[in-house]
């Protein structure tokens, strides 16, 4: 069985969001007095997790399975999970897309339960500009959980940013080169309508093509092939052999390639980032459904997604979770 939809496309990269909460207040994505967290009986249990997980991988055909939030690391049972999940007879490929806060302590132990790579947020790296965008003070901490994820082994270390108008835009060549003295990858992502106070705005928004001239002021770019279903597109820098990602997913969507799907921390399915339906399977897992029962579930949930995630149409509107509720 595969998790095929309607348009043709094969889900084989599964989204897990542990959690929908957070340490830090970053501004494009809450508001500084925070949000309602889940409460813990609707959260999925760590035995209910790896069972979809299970069933997402031996019996749907995903292949890659990434660990999300809100953010993962406030989980404490993230080790085992991602130890059971890497003991599946498939065997698949293990990722985090983490803000990086507790890594200097955890690294290592990610590593050793199977962790295969991580992506770190940073959008900056002048202490006073992470202060105003995460409303936290924490940017040592990133630093020391980048170089300790380097260490373990957790490679190619990634580094997510989103450029903010008038806030760390400027930022942008002095952040590349700080990724390539450190050997991290960077990938700028355009900010996307899903924070929590609705209050994004297309025309503030930082696009790839502003990205690209600002960076083409410092460096030369060459774009690379091979994109495949990856979400950025991969430029060399100078030559190389450093390169920089764009993920240019509100002006340049890459839907039509699209192999993700998303569990959210309280069993619901949401085949795109953008979606406003969900499939409920902590229901079904409640019930006493078998395992086909929710394969077939999830299955005829893929059926549903859209061509594309409709951000250009008149008629849009935003998902009622926030993505701290849905999972990078």
């Known amino acids: 069985m595969e998790l095929i939809d309607g348009h043709g496309r094969v889900a084989t990269d599964l989204r ?3 959690t929908d ?5 970053c501004q494009y994505c809450m508001p ?3 949000l309602d967290w889940l409460p813990t009986e609707e959260t999925l249990t760590d035995d209910e997790l790896v069972r979809l997980i299970t069933i997402g991988v031996e019996v749907l055909g995903i292949r890659d399975v990434r660990f999300t939030g809100g953010e993962p690391l406030l989980r404490r049972s993230l080790p085992a999970i991602i130890a059971a999940t890497k003991a599946l007879p498939s065997k698949p490929r293990t990722a985090m897309t983490s803000n990086g806060l507790g890594l200097k302590h955890t ?17 900056t790296t002048d202490p006073a500009t992470f202060e105003r965008i995460t409303r936290r003070n924490r940017l040592h901490d990133v630093i020391a959980g980048l170089a300790a994820a380097r260490d373990a082994g957790l490679t190619p270390v990634k ?5 903010l108008r008038g806030i760390n835009d400027r930022e942008a060549p002095d952040l590349l080169r700080w990724c390539m003295q450190n050997d991290y990858e960077l990938r700028f992502i355009e900010q996307m309508p899903l924070d929590a106070q609705h209050g994004w705005n297309r025309e503030a928004m930082v696009t790839a093509d502003e990205t690209l001239a600002l960076l083409g ?11 495949g279903s ?4 991969k430029f060399l820098i100078d030559d190389g052999p450093h390169t920089v990602g764009i993920i240019g997913s509100v002006t340049r969507p890459f839907c039509g390639d699209c192999n993700r799907v998303r569990l959210t921390a309280d069993g619901q399915i949401m085949n795109c980032l953008f979606a406003r339906e969900e499939s409920d399977l902590r229901a079904a897992l409640r019930s006493g459904a078998s395992d086909l029962e929710i394969a077939q579930r999830w299955a005829a949930a893929m059926m549903t997604k859209l061509p594309g995630h409709g951000i250009d149409d008149p008629t849009f509107l935003q998902s009622d979770r926030p993505m701290s509720a849905i999972g990078g």
Do not use: K
């Not at 909460?21 to 207040?25: A, I, S, Y």
């Not at 990610?110 to 959008?123: K, T």
């Open 16 to 18: 897990v969001s542990l």
């Open 230 to 233: 990856a979400p950025a597109e």
């Open 107 to 123: 690294a290592g132990a990610l590593a050793a339960a199977g962790l295969d790579r991580v992506n770190i947020s940073l959008d």
């Open 217 to 227: 002021e410092h460096f030369t770019l060459t774009g690379l092939d091979g994109r």
């Open 21 to 25: 909460r957070c340490n830090l207040r």
């Open 159 to 163: 580094v997510n940013a989103v450029l």
């Open 32 to 34: 500084a007095e925070g």
